[in-house]
Nanobody
């Protein structure tokens, strides 16, 4: 069973930056593809960024050019968030699944991720 723990959330002013981290453990079977999702109050959860172990990365249009996802070989992922805006305010979740049988992070769909962290809150406000 894969366990994921996020860190790095907080309060930041518009235009500021935050770096989220997600530490994975418990997996000895396969490399993981990983992603970041967010959910604001009253809104559905949306995929923000994803990464495959072969170096491929994927971004939602709303964050492309501002957010950068990275993935290491130890099941950890980071999300560097620059030029933050008030509408980036949300609970951010790390997610992962086994990189087998052609499975990838490319469609940023929560249906393709079985393992989830508890979330870390990001608030962007002046």
């Amino acid at each position: 069973e894969v366990q994921l723990v996020e860190s790095g959330g907080g309060l930041v002013q518009p235009g500021g930056s935050l770096r989220l981290s997600c530490a994975g453990s418990g997996n000895t079977f396969s490399k993981l593809y990983m992603g970041w999702f967010r959910q604001a109050p009253g809104k559905e959860r949306e995929g923000v960024a994803g990464a495959d172990p072969d170096g491929s990365t994927y971004y939602a249009d709303s964050v492309r050019g501002r957010f950068t996802i990275s993935l290491d070989n130890h099941g950890n992922t980071h999300l560097q968030m620059n030029d933050l805006r008030p509408d980036d305010t949300a609970m951010y979740y790390c997610a992962a699944d086994l990189w087998i049988l052609g499975r990838r992070a490319d469609d940023l769909s929560s249906r393709n991720f079985r393992y989830w962290g508890q979330g870390t809150q990001v608030a962007v406000s002046s």
